[in-house]
């Protein structure tokens, strides 16, 4: 099964309008941790933003905010008032494992901001 | 500045000659990791090393060798490159220790390899 699910390959949306990627997981452990990447043209990696499997409060860094969803196990990004710079592509990621050592990607979702 | 060196950026190479592509961190993390990522697949691991002289096959390892001799450095070898190894190749580490925590990757900025 996969551990990481982004069943969205492709995405647009109007610019400076709201977006949400979808993003699903699967992992027995107590223990783990979500991440969002953003990888734009130029093919950095570019850290977005991280949501602790204990945390309770949704995660949110700037436009960016995470949508966790622990009992479906999901945890959408939702991008608010996106921008031409925002099109790029995203992964999601999970942390687990007892070093912390498995790190497991989606296989992402392009989105395009249209102006 | 807390970084992950990887060189070259890009690289033209012909099928059967071997390259090396290096990758160096000044974080002092354990876990060091070589990723590949092609469109519709994502980041696929391709060996990883929990720390100096430890290293171990991820899922996609046929054609390529690594080594950590050293904390810092893990590069990735490809004895006889092949076509199909034409990719977007990534080194990342990573600081291990109980979970959850908030520290993910640190990436390289990719080495784009071309196999004619």
């Known amino acids: 099964a996969q551990k990481i699910t982004q069943t969205q390959p492709g995405m647009f949306v109007q610019e400076k309008e709201a977006v949400t990627l979808d993003c699903t997981y699967d992992?027995?452990?107590?223990?783990?941790?979500l991440f969002w990447y953003k990888q734009p043209s130029s093919g950095e990696m570019i850290f977005l933003i991280y949501?602790?499997?204990?945390?309770?409060q949704n995660a949110t860094e700037g436009r960016y905010s995470l949508n966790f969803q622990k009992a479906r196990k999901s945890a959408n990004l939702v991008i608010s008032a996106s921008q031409l710079g925002d099109s790029a592509m995203y992964f999601c990621a999970m942390r687990e494992g007892s070093y912390g050592n498995q790190f497991y990607f989606g296989t992402g979702t392009s989105l395009t901001v249209i102006p | 500045e807390a970084q992950v060196t990887q060189n070259p950026r890009y690289l033209i190479t012909v099928t059967g000659k071997k390259l090396t592509v290096t990758c160096s961190q000044n974080?002092?993390?354990?876990?060091m990791s070589w990723y590949r990522q092609d469109p519709g697949l994502g980041l696929r691991q391709i060996y990883y090393s929990m720390n100096v002289e430890v290293t171990d096959k991820g899922d996609v390892p046929e054609g390529y060798k690594v080594s950590r001799k050293e904390k810092r450095n893990f590069p990735l070898i490809l004895e006889s490159p092949s076509p199909n190894q034409t990719s977007l190749y990534f080194c990342?580490?990573?600081?291990?220790?109980?979970?959850?925590?908030?520290?993910?990757?640190?990436f390289g900025s990719g080495t784009r390899l071309t196999v004619v």
């Open positions: 990342a580490s990573i600081r291990t220790g109980t979970l959850p925590s908030s520290y993910g990757y640190t």
């Open positions: 974080m002092n993390h354990e876990y």
């Open positions: 949501q602790g499997s204990y945390d309770e």
């Open positions: 992992t027995s452990d107590q223990s783990y941790g």
